[in-house]
């Protein structure tokens, strides 16, 4: 087996050093190393002007030749980004994974929430399918994925940074305009630390769910569907399966029916007023309670006494409006929040794989909050 340096290269045989020695003497020019070849290509890929597919081509060479021998870092947080790098082809594999590490540490930090395998999995999940690791605003040498060229043409932005936060989350938690929750969360610390906050704002609703599949459905369906609504869809739910009249589980509680121009739960327990004996008026009014009162309202109780147990939370199934909500179900199947939730939880799979992994081999950095 060939010895390597520290810097990638394959250590020189004396035939090899005279071949080199030689091109350096009739061309003046130094053979580039491993390392250097893997920079030059991926900016190569870039600079191909001419032809997009002749620039992926190079880009997926030099990706592979990176990959093929992993770099080791001492942080496991790193080497776990690294080895999704590697998993994922789509993720760019000319970040930083220590960069990133401790960019994910620190928003972690800031918003107090806890650093354990499944917090972990769940915010890399996510960053893998928001960004790739691409930091906001582009940065030169990566090439964007054909997902994001083609969005770029459709959608007003409401999300932004490393995790596509939803600047309303930002605006209403630190009281500032659009645009400076924009300019916020498009900067890698910043992004990751109002991912990190609003992740925290979801678990606390599913955190003591038993059952793994429910609990990080609901969790990455309010990621796209907004904080809190599974919650609210489980009243949807419970009030469907007790009075057999169907309805979309959205969590939007007072969305109305585009034909019938009513709201589908409230018709539902109107039209069964004898089994829950609540007034249309104060059903809509304990409705329109935010999700952390809404569980304390006569209409939730009383719903969860006919049901006879507490209502258990469904994944939130909301389409996305207008032409982005289109394109990404023709080019992505998620068009909804429950198709994206789905979706994530297959990638968790395979990320909280690696976590497991790197756990096993180095635990306190990994499982330390």
């Not at 769910?209 to 869809?233: H, M, Q, T, Y």
Request: charged share 25%; hydrophobic share 40%.
């Amino acid at each position: 087996m060939d010895e390597t340096f520290d810097d990638g290269s394959i250590a020189p045989t004396k035939e090899s050093k005279s071949k080199k020695a030689k091109i350096e003497s009739k061309s003046g020019i130094k053979p580039l190393n491993r390392r250097q070849f893997l920079q030059v290509a991926g900016l190569g890929a870039v600079g191909i002007a001419g032809s997009t597919a002749a620039a992926r081509t190079v880009e997926r060479g030099a990706r592979a030749l990176a990959l093929a021998t992993p770099e080791k870092f001492k942080d496991p947080l790193a080497n776990i980004i690294r080895e999704m790098q590697g998993e994922f082809p789509d993720t760019d594999w000319t970040a930083d994974p220590e960069k990133w590490a401790n960019a994910i540490r620190s928003g972690f930090s800031r918003a107090n929430l806890s650093q354990t395998p499944e917090n972990l999995g769940i915010a890399l999940t996510l960053i893998r399918a928001s960004s790739g690791f691409r930091e906001v605003p582009p940065v030169y040498g990566q090439l964007p994925t054909p997902p994001e060229t083609s969005f770029d043409t459709l959608k007003k932005q409401w999300t932004g940074g490393p995790m596509e936060v939803n600047f309303n989350y930002v605006m209403e938690l630190e009281g500032i305009s659009e645009k400076e929750a924009l300019q916020k969360l498009n900067s890698l610390d910043e992004g990751l630390y109002y991912g990190a906050s609003m992740l925290k704002d979801i678990l606390q609703y599913y955190k003591d769910i038993p059952d793994e599949k429910l609990r990080l459905g609901c969790i990455f369906a309010d990621w796209n569907a907004g904080v809190g609504r599974s919650v609210r869809a489980g009243l949807q739910a419970a009030v469907s399966k007790l009075t057999w009249i169907p309805m979309r589980q959205t969590g939007l509680l007072l969305l109305e029916d585009p034909k019938t121009k009513s709201v589908p739960v409230i018709d539902a327990i109107v039209k069964f007023d004898k089994v829950f004996n609540l007034p249309p008026d104060a059903v809509r009014s304990d409705l329109e309670k935010p999700t952390p009162e809404i569980r304390e309202t006569v209409t939730w109780k009383q719903v969860e006494k006919v049901l006879g147990h507490a209502i258990e939370p469904t994944p939130a199934d909301i389409d996305v409006p207008g032409l982005v909500g289109m394109a990404k179900e023709a080019m992505l199947k998620e068009g909804s929040s429950k198709k994206y939730a789905d979706h994530r939880l297959s990638e968790y799979k395979v990320v909280g794989n690696i976590v497991s992994a790197a756990i096993k081999e180095t635990p306190p950095p990994i499982a330390g909050s």
